[in-house]
């Protein structure tokens, strides 16, 4: 029979109930034939000798198992029936439809799920995660569909292909596959692919409609009852996918994309990303198979760190390896650690990683792909939309409309606050577009003008920290103007990698005059993050602009302030000796006092630190009159801090108290003469170096008291640095001396959180382990 493309849709809404049922409101044929035997009082027994059916075939038919039997079956059933007129057409009727049924359900060999790995490695959260699709609850009239996206060389295809080889025991009516080639020039249609499923599903070319909504139903009709996956890979658009996608039934539809697909409405949705090292070096060691034990664990652990987790580097690397046995794995991880030449040696025959990305590329746009090579200039992990616009040459509107493209073909990943990130590998390719689409002038005005914004703003941040300064009056147009220190603090930091970068590059381009603003303007900054593992660094850079000017008393200060570094735990006490001496030096011969004074106070702090107490009195008596004969009194009052901890060291507590009183009083006077700003940042410290005397005294109470004060004055400052750790954990001791255990554990549990976060590991466990003993 022919039907009208009309009629396919609705004979397929019939042909979709289950068994022997009701389909679409009617009986089918099992329960037709079962009522006319009842009707004629006869038992399967009975009509299977008036037919010449066989019993237990009977039984099947009416219990739906062979819903369609053949012509010459049905009129013997008739006959021995007794049926005649629209009763014998009805039974005919519907035999012919159930054999049109189960000639949908057979599968025709179209559409076979592509062969697995035998390597594949890792992925196993995510191969749960299509565990549970397979059994996710269904909602009516809501297919379950589940979508993998990821950028390119993330083993999307090779995921998909595995998870569908695991489940594929939960789908005995079939699993498909189709590649609808969304990263082609030539994407498959929708009524292509819907084409190819429905021969897949068994539909004859003459009963598939014309037109793509009437596939679409016709598709939606035959997966509503039957147990099939659906995976539909390297998909395009959401236009492509939409007429794919299930309607409600037992099938599931898995799609993997590099597109997020963010129009598709309610689908379950898993990001694939980058293999964890141990997972990457076991895919590698998957491929090589028996060689692999010839080319040692470090330095297939170095291949694997130089793929950054992505499979299919892994797998042109491992079959790189494999079909050259001469080659070692040491000798190709050389290769691959030069960044110019780490993309054309991951090539092995067709495949090549600059493709799998160059795919992605040709489908962005003019202006995204301009921003995305151009991003390749800037120098650290990640960035905001703001440096975006500066190096793309645009309006933050126009870099926040490419960056989401970019975002959405996986050539960059979005996180936390903004920031957005490449992977290295494609990082790599950026820089390789840039180079080939752009003129080498034009790469030095981008580069030019992306470290001078990040210099110009690196500075302008550092000096809201300065006594004094605060908020720049005058900003450069062109940067993004902070509100507040607490803003100004946070881009330092969040962009540490980036202005850092900035200074090497205007380092090596002698570029000194801003490197050492730059520098300098980072002195009062450093104190509020002190143990960022930078400071050795910038701090170097601005000494050697220093040098490189011609300008002893700046170097001077740019070495004192590296052998302040150097006094933050974990401490050196030499190094602080050497910068101290050399910066001295160098102070004394351009007569900078105040340079001379802070060599002297930082020599004085390091020869406390090696126990040697009277020269670290003198050393410090020195810096204090110097700076009391400039009067200086922001400087004046750190020497007495030190006076006062080299009396603790010789165990003089009682003058160190005193001292440390008169240190405070100087702090809470308004007509001292000290910055404001200062005696603010100065006064908790001073409270916890009281209560530490207090303590020395046996005075536990007050001790904790005042521990407790300076404490919540360092939080409100947001100074958590070794000074609140080591208070802390000494006021945790105090609190389990006095039998206050709960209050003793939390201290113990908050030390060793700051413990953790300034770096210093075995503090933190040995706060734990006493938290762990004052329970």
């Given amino acids: 029979m022919v039907w009208a493309g009309s009629r396919i849709v609705a004979a397929g809404e019939d042909l ?11 009986l089918g044929f099992g329960e037709v034939l079962r009522g006319h035997r009842r009707a004629a009082r006869l038992t399967l027994e009975q009509l299977a000798e008036a037919s010449g059916v066989s019993a237990r075939t009977l039984s099947d038919m009416e219990r739906g198992r062979s819903r369609g ?7 013997a059933l008739a006959d021995a029936l007794a049926l005649v007129g629209e009763e014998r057409e009805q039974l005919v009727e519907l035999a012919r439809e159930g054999r049109l049924r189960d000639h949908w359900a057979r599968p025709s060999g179209l559409g076979e799920l592509p062969r697995s790995v035998d390597d594949f490695t890792g992925r196993a959260a995510e191969l749960v995660w299509v565990s549970e699709l397979v059994y996710a609850e269904r909602v009516p009239g809501v297919g379950v569909v589940g979508l993998v996206t990821g950028s390119a060389g993330l083993g999307k295809t090779t995921f998909a292909v595995r998870a569908a080889h695991t489940v594929r025991p939960s789908f005995p009516d079939g699993v498909l596959f189709v590649d609808l080639l969304g990263m082609s020039q030539r994407p498959l249609p929708a009524d292509d692919a819907l084409h190819l499923l429905l021969r897949a599903l068994g539909a004859a070319d003459q009963q598939i409609p014309a037109g793509t909504q009437d596939r679409a139903s016709l598709y939606r009709a035959l997966l509503r009852d039957r147990r099939v996956l659906i995976v539909l890979d390297n998909a395009g658009s959401e236009e492509q996918v939409r007429p794919l996608l299930p309607g409600g039934g037992t099938g599931r539809v898995l799609i993997t994309t590099r597109r997020l697909l963010a129009g598709l409405e309610g689908v379950r949705r898993l990001v694939l990303g980058p293999l964890p090292l141990p997972e990457s070096r076991a895919l590698l060691t998957g491929i090589l198979g028996e060689r692999a034990a010839s080319d ?10 130089l793929c950054g987790g992505l499979p ?9 390896l494999v079909s050259r046995p001469g080659w070692g794995a040491a000798e190709l991880a050389a ?21 799998a990305f160059g795919m992605s590329y040709e489908h962005l746009s003019d202006a995204a792909r301009r921003m995305f090579r151009r991003l390749a200039v800037v120098p650290g992990q990640d960035f905001d939309a703001a440096l975006a616009a500066v190096v793309g040459g645009v309006s933050s509107k126009d870099a926040w409309a490419s960056l989401d493209d970019l975002v959405d073909l996986g050539l960059l990943s979005d996180g936390a606050a903004g920031r957005y990130r490449f992977h290295d590998l494609v990082r790599l390719f950026a820089r390789d577009r840039l180079h080939t689409e752009e003129a080498a002038a034009a790469r030095e005005v981008l580069l030019e003008r992306a470290v001078s914004w990040l210099l110009r703003m690196a500075t302008s941040c550092g000096r809201w920290f300065e006594p004094g300064h605060g908020r720049p009056e005058q900003p450069d147009a062109d940067l993004v103007v902070l509100p507040s220190a607490e803003a100004a603090d946070g881009w330092l930091r969040v962009n540490a990698d980036n202005w850092l970068g900035a200074m090497r590059i205007a380092a090596a381009d002698g570029r000194h005059s801003i490197v050492l603003d730059c520098a300098e303007s980072m002195h009062w900054f450093s104190e509020r993050w002190a143990h960022s593992p930078y400071w050795q660094e910038i701090f170097t850079l601005g000494a050697d602009a220093a040098a490189a000017l011609g300008d002893p008393a700046q170097q001077a200060t740019q070495l004192n302030y590296l052998a302040w570094v150097q006094w933050v735990p974990p401490r050196d006490p030499d190094a602080v000796l050497r910068y101290a001496a050399e910066a001295l030096k160098l102070a004394a011969l351009s007569d900078a006092t105040a340079q001379i004074a802070w060599a002297h106070a930082y020599t004085a702090w390091a020869l406390r630190l090696l126990d040697r107490f009277k020269e670290s009195l003198a050393a410090s008596l020195r810096a204090a009159d110097l700076f009391q004969a400039i009067g200086d009194i922001d400087c004046y009052v750190q020497c007495l801090a030190n006076i006062a901890d080299c009396l603790l060291g010789e165990g003089r507590y009682r003058e160190a108290l005193e001292q440390c009183l008169e240190h405070l009083a100087l702090l809470d006077d308004p007509e001292s003469g000290m910055t404001p700003s200062i005696a603010a940042h100065s006064r908790p410290v001073a ?6 005397c207090l303590a020395d005294l046996g005075l536990r109470e007050e001790a904790i008291s005042t521990l407790r004060e300076g404490i919540d004055g360092m939080d409100s400052l947001q100074m ?13 001791a105090l609190l389990a001396g006095a039998g206050r255990t709960d209050e003793s554990q939390a201290a113990y549990l908050r030390a060793a959180r700051v413990f953790e976060e300034i770096g210093d590991r075995e503090a933190s466990d040995r706060c734990h382990s006493l938290a762990a003993t004052s329970c």
């Avoid at 039997?69 to 009129?75: A, D, E, F, Y």
């Avoid at 040692?296 to 760190?305: D, P, Q, W």
């Avoid at 958590?720 to 945790?732: C, H, I, K, P, Y």
């Fill in 296 to 305: 040692g664990e470090s330095a297939l652990t170095r291949l694997a760190e």
């Fill in 720 to 732: 958590s640095d070794f000074r609140q750790a080591a208070a802390l954990e000494t006021l945790a």
């Fill in 16 to 26: 979709a109930a289950e068994g022997s049922g009701v389909i679409s409101g009617r």
């Fill in 312 to 320: 299919l580097a892994l797998r042109i690397i491992g079959n790189r």
């Fill in 69 to 75: 039997p053949q012509q010459r079956t049905v009129t």
């Fill in 335 to 355: 290769r691959l650690a030069d960044e110019e030449r780490r993309l054309e040696q991951l090539t092995a025959g067709d495949l090549k990683i600059a493709n």
């Fill in 687 to 692: 409270l916890l170096r009281i209560g530490r």
